[in-house]
């Protein structure tokens, strides 16, 4: 496996992160269509199913662009929801089945992907040109074994959102401690209002609130050195990360239904202003902003609160360069699959900016005085940025990312100890 799968550098994440990004417009990728005389149809899986998520609005609107510059190569897309397609596409590679592009997580997740040949490298495809208008650092997760297999479309980072117009009305301090989120859970919980969203039926959501607390109270190096077996998870951060999840569960920060709630019917209460705080990724900052959003204008972006005390530095962030578009080893057309994936990657890229659903991982630039201020304010973070961790459930291969998002469930449940969970944890490193 390529090293720079392991690790990625501060420098190289704040370059990724830290472009400003530009409004949509022509790719060279449509400068012709392709495909010859000869029609051929593309089928494309990706994880966006909500009208809410504005990248279903981008990708709607791309594959729209590149039917009309490419009529003998049609895409078909086709949306399912991100728990249930990651079960999807891992049988469908497994049984030959997969689509000619589909979405993935670099990473672990699509080790075992690679390892079977059932990707296709885009080394030959990326000759063009490609790699020089990708910013530094962008394809490291998706690189193995020093061959390209796929590209990126954004670095999607963790952002701590809260409605200022709540916190104003009832009189609370936004938090920008662990200890000040605490008291503001108990506030709002004194006032009857579920101070924090999670959707933990879908488990990875409610991982994302853990990640941040190791993140916090470790710092960058340590979570990636653990999850590289370098370090052991029975640390005493790790095991106090799961216990500071503990006391917020404990407190009443979370819906009491929270473990029967997907992802999507979570940020329900949140978007009609009546949660005041959610931490999730970069691209929900286009939910909130949509003109049928009761947030529009009310919610501001921050980074995961600070733990006093804690190693990690305040600017260090959960996420990076880790989603992308890759190409079935096995289709019959594939070179209008690679050139569909990198037009698919650049172009939603181009339209991150306006519809505020993430930072792009491409070389692009726009008037950032024409952002909306909570994108701006999501920006800035992605430039503050000292280091980083992809989320864990990408960064592990296989079981081992379920066991994690299984053992972070089991804390909402009230189920295991911290201690417990750190030893359950480690145990993965012993393998």
């Not at 949306?79 to 000619?100: F, L, M, R």
């Not at 077996?229 to 999840?245: I, R, Y």
Request: proline share 3%; aromatic share 10%.
């Amino acid at each position: 496996m390529n090293k720079k799968f392991k690790r990625i550098s501060a420098l190289a994440l704040t370059l990724a992160l830290s472009s400003t990004l530009m409004a949509c417009g022509s790719s060279s990728a449509n400068g012709s269509s392709a495909g010859g005389d000869k029609k051929i149809t593309l089928k494309f899986w990706h994880i966006w199913t909500s009208d809410t998520d504005s990248n279903k609005k981008n990708v709607e609107e791309v594959v729209k662009q590149w039917n009309a510059a490419n009529p003998n190569v049609q895409i078909v897309a086709e949306g399912t929801e991100n728990e249930a397609y990651k079960t999807k596409i891992k049988t469908a590679i497994s049984a030959n089945e997969a689509p000619d592009i589909f979405y993935t997580w670099g990473a672990g997740f699509s080790q075992p992907f690679i390892d079977a040949g059932k990707v296709l490298p885009l080394d030959d495809y990326l000759k063009d040109g490609t790699k020089d208008k990708l910013l530094k650092g962008s394809l490291d997760y998706l690189t193995y074994n020093n061959k390209v297999y796929g590209l990126p479309y954004t670095s999607d980072i963790g952002i701590f959102y809260v409605n200022k117009e709540l916190f104003e009305k009832n009189g609370i301090k936004i938090p920008a401690t662990y200890d000040e989120l605490v008291n503001a859970v108990k506030a709002f919980r004194a006032k009857g209002i579920t101070p924090i969203a999670v959707g933990e039926k879908d488990k990875w959501p409610g991982m994302f609130y853990y990640d941040a607390l190791a993140l916090r109270l470790g710092g960058a190096k340590l979570s990636n050195d653990a999850l590289a077996k370098k370090a052991s998870f029975e640390n005493p951060v790790f095991v106090n990360a799961a216990a500071k999840l503990k006391e917020l569960i404990d407190v009443g920060a979370f819906d009491s239904a929270a473990l029967g709630l997907t992802r999507d019917e979570s940020e329900v209460p949140f978007l009609q202003g009546k949660v005041p705080m959610y931490y999730n990724g970069s691209w929900f900052a286009g939910s909130t902003e949509q003109n049928s959003s009761a947030v529009k204008g009310k919610v501001e972006a921050l980074n995961f609160p600070a733990v006093t005390g804690g190693k990690g530095d305040e600017n260090e962030i959960l996420g990076g360069p880790i989603a992308g578009f890759m190409v079935n080893a096995n289709t019959q057309h594939k070179a209008e699959a690679a050139k569909a994936a990198k037009y698919l990657s650049e172009n939603i890229a181009k339209r991150l900016s306006t519809s505020g659903a993430g930072v792009s991982a491409w070389k692009l630039s726009d008037d950032e005085s024409k952002f909306d201020p909570l994108i701006k304010q999501v920006n800035d973070i992605a430039k503050k940025a000292t280091g980083n961790v992809v989320w864990w459930d990408s960064y592990l291969a296989g079981s081992d990312a379920d066991t994690h998002k299984d053992l972070v469930a089991q804390i909402f449940g009230k189920q295991i100890t911290p201690e417990n969970f750190a030893k359950q944890m480690q145990a993965i490193n012993k393998k």
